[in-house]
């Protein structure tokens, strides 16, 4: 197929996983696992992932580590429309040489972290980065995501680049992934920016921000229940149905108690059976004993409805 | 020669400069340049260059630019017993290719920055770490040094990591660049790890860390005035001498008042005659006109000696 003619941009819109990424005993991104992970959520109903973002540890990988993990699953038959791509990297050339192999690649868009090492950065050096690889990919397929996550990348992206970036690349800028976990936030970018598409990465503010004109989610809870993302997100606008916020709460206030994506990893070995899922690669370690054993008791005890028949062995 | 008999491990000791990096009209790293900049560094008295640090924008770079740039600077008859490579990556497998790449080339030493996307990383994390890149470069003449800047970072690394690589990794583990710019955290360093050679990245704390033990600094200043720092560590220890720091601590009180790497490259720019040292790449800029105008006469009132013959054309 003739990836310039396809042109095959499809609509992020609903609930995206933010996938963990798999190790294999040699500490190596294992695509095998991965592939089979993937496959078990879109069949949950997740209607797409985001690929090597936070919780699928992306930045913990090379760049040909990532570039190799997104051909893995496209040889495996995963659809690139429901891929979006995290391919920020902390040097803009690398940046552009990822988010280019996406967009070649057909994937659903690109989800993209300002460089994230130099702190106190003003707009316009984060106008001039996004607008270097903008420039840089020069494909007019680009479906740019805004990664907003200065918790952990130092480097807000302000209403102010948003604006900037909206005029100077009509169609290019397609939305936010607003992963600061503050509403508030979320709901001025949703005012504000009625064109993009903006989806919360903090599941708990799933039906407020679908309330106020949200896309929806990319979010790593959609790894362990998939399913009860995708009710809370079906029913987010129905009266009634608050189960399943609460549920959510609940999960995620319990792993607010532990490293997250230790905790996230810990789980998924316990609901697939599987311990090698527990392995993360420095900097990050997974839980000890005792840790395991109290994070999987305070699950128990959050009231979340295990899936294991998503997460288990076919 | 061959590399595995020669084994030129030089002690890293005295006054590193660690070096600007130059951007070409295209934005790309100017080798000739940089080799230029270098040839002229170390000419005024500074004992070696860190090359591709925070000061020169080294996360900005990608993987191969920052190899291509070392192999330039060798190709250009620069010592590589003078170059402390800085090779630390978001990720452990481009910290390692990259770490490998310089030991192969004979440097002085690596300088690590632990993976700093992830915050609150913990000991077993960053220990992990920094394991993870003795074990893969698994070259015997690695010196490692550890590359403490947690405002930048986001990633300390605590007298407990240093303690454990110490023990795990004798002869391997070298030193600390302390870039916290805290005397005291200096300090206690020194009092705890005698057999370490500690760094100071602020230039004002130089004489109290020889004072104490110190190796020297690896800093940024020196690339404006290499001569000025020459003399700051020469005279140290001698009774008198205190022009010299006031110099510099008026100097960094000014700077403070500017983004660092672009008031330095503004500097620079100024010095050389060469208006293109003004150049950062993104999520850097330049200075506007009126900072310029203004960080060049806060220079002049700050009482620093211009060292035009260092800086400008031979």
């Not at 189960?243 to 319990?254: H, S, T």
């Not at 697939?272 to 990050?284: E, I, K």
Request: charged share 20%.
């Amino acid at each position: 197929m003739d990836a310039a003619l396809a042109n095959p941009v499809r609509l992020v819109q609903g609930v995206w996983c933010a996938v963990l990424t798999p190790f294999d005993a040699a500490g190596l991104p294992d695509h095998s696992r991965l592939a089979l992970h993937v496959r078990r959520i879109l069949a949950a109903g997740v209607d797409g992932i985001a690929l090597f973002g936070t919780t699928g540890e992306g930045q913990s990988l090379s760049l040909n580590e990532r570039r190799a993990g997104l051909d893995a699953l496209l040889a495996a038959d995963i659809a690139p429309s429901q891929i979006v791509a995290a391919t920020g990297c902390a040097s803009l050339p690398e940046t552009i040489e990822l988010t280019r192999h996406a967009v070649r690649s057909n994937c659903a868009g690109a989800l993209v972290l300002p460089p994230f090492f130099f702190k106190t950065v003003n707009d316009d050096g984060v106008f001039a980065s996004y607008a270097r690889v903008v420039d840089g990919v020069g494909d007019p397929r680009l479906r740019l995501y805004l990664y907003h996550i200065p918790q952990l990348s130092g480097v807000a992206i302000s209403s102010t680049v948003i604006e900037r970036l909206a005029i100077g690349y009509p169609g290019i800028l397609a939305g936010v992934k607003d992963s600061e976990c503050n509403l508030d936030h979320t709901r001025r970018l949703l005012s504000r920016f009625r064109e993009l598409a903006i989806f919360v990465g903090y599941e708990p503010h799933l039906p407020a921000a679908l309330a106020a004109g949200g896309a929806g989610t990319i979010c790593g809870v959609a790894n362990l229940f998939p399913r009860l993302l995708r009710r809370l997100y079906d029913n987010a606008l129905a009266v009634g149905h608050h189960d399943d916020l609460r549920r959510v709460e609940n999960f995620v206030a319990a792993l607010e108690h532990y490293p997250l994506l230790a905790a996230f990893k810990a789980l998924q070995a316990d609901l697939t059976g599987d311990s090698g899922w527990a392995t993360l690669r420095p900097p990050l370690v997974a839980l000890d004993t005792e840790a395991r054993r109290a994070w999987l008791a305070d699950v128990a005890a959050s009231g979340v409805v295990v899936e294991r028949d998503a997460a288990g062995p076919h």
